[in-house]
């Protein structure tokens, strides 16, 4: 993957609040489109939002004996 997408899967999964207009630009300036930026930028937050999930779950489950 070219480095402005890596960067930004990277902020969307680990620290969103730090996204910017320029990190898009960047993405969009390597040749993606809007449209496919948008597309990755929901799997980076929905796939890190299951990580969590999971790891929520797995927690709550060694706490109460529950699987």
Same mark, same amino acid.
């Not at 993957?1 to 990277?10: A, D, G, H």
């Not at 910017?20 to 300036?29: L, N, P, Q, S």
């Not at 809007?34 to 797995?58: H, K, M, P, S």
């Given at each position: 993957?070219?480095?402005?997408?890596?960067?930004?899967?990277?902020?969307?999964?680990?620290?969103?609040?730090?996204? $910017?207009?320029?990190d898009i630009a960047a993405v969009? &300036?390597? %040749?993606?489109?809007?449209?496919?930026?948008?597309?990755?930028v929901v799997c980076a937050a929905l796939?890190?939002? $299951?990580?969590?999930?999971?790891?929520?779950?797995? &927690?709550? %489950?060694?706490?109460?004996?529950?699987?």
């Amino acid at each position: 993957m070219p480095e402005p997408l890596n960067r930004l899967i990277e902020k969307v999964a680990k620290r969103a609040y730090t996204v $910017t207009d320029e990190d898009i630009a960047a993405v969009k &300036a390597s %040749g993606l489109s809007e449209d496919q930026i948008f597309e990755i930028v929901v799997c980076a937050a929905l796939g890190q939002a $299951t990580r969590n999930y999971e790891t929520a779950l797995a &927690a709550l %489950g060694a706490v109460t004996g529950k699987e």
